[in-house]
């Protein structure tokens, strides 16, 4: 975030407030005004996400479907629907097999692996530059 945005942001949330506190001296209660105006401001900073060209899209998205859940009542949904994904990948976990061990390399191939390793280009530069 650029810091012009930042000052703009900040500004707009103290307007937010400035405004919130002049309705609650005419009697209109802001707790319900901030039921509305919260989850709005972050489907449109999650809108923003999604449309604009800087940020993740699935970050976007997840944003709006908060603030939108949030909006109509039903955040308890998305935290519920979290909550099974989590135990239902625990239970997978617990019970899928695991591999076995693999067994260590057989003689001839660790041979093999020593000698190529030994005739690397670089190691013979470099023990030769370690003797001059």
Sequence with gaps: MSERSGKFLLGLVLLLIGGLVLLDQIGIDFGDVLGWVIPGLIMV???????????SRFWGVLIFTFGLLM???????LF???LAIGLIYLGYSLLRHKDP????????ERQW??????EDALDHWESGMTKK
């Design 45 to 55: 900073y999650g809108a923003r996400k999604v449309l604009g060209h800087g940020g």
């Design 71 to 77: 909006l109509i009542g039903k955040l308890h949904l």
């Design 80 to 82: 519920h629907g979290i």
């Design 101 to 108: 061990p693999k067994e260590a390399p057989a003689e001839w």
């Design 113 to 118: 692996a020593q000698r190529v390793l030994k």
